[in-house]
């Protein structure tokens, strides 16, 4: 993403829902590379053209899907412990 970005949040709202990988960080936005699923629906609704492709990007390994909200995940929410109900 290039720092051309007015936060229109259009592509966060372009981004699928499954994936959300776009979120906004102070005054711009940030795209986890890991979270992106490369379907490039964001790139088209940028009005300013600043989100531009990663050469270098791949694919999460799909080892690591599997590990999200298992019981060894360590981000888990938690349910019961000392800091159930506590927020952040
Ligand atoms: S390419 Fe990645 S960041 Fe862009 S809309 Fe698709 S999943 Fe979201
Ligand atoms: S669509 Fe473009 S200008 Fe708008 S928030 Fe996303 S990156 Fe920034």
Request: with cysteine; glycine share 10%.
């Amino acid at each position: 993403m290039r720092s051309e970005c007015i936060a229109c949040d259009e592509c966060v709202r372009a981004c699928p829902a499954g994936f959300g990988a776009i979120f906004r960080h102070g005054v711009t936005l940030v795209i986890v590379s890991e979270l992106c699923s490369g379907c490039g629906k964001c790139v088209p609704v940028c009005p300013v053209d600043c989100i531009v492709d990663d050469p270098a990007w791949s694919a999460a390994p799909e080892g690591w899907w599997r590990h999200a909200g298992a019981a060894d995940d360590p981000y888990q929410r938690r349910t019961t412990g000392p800091t159930a109900g506590v927020r952040s």
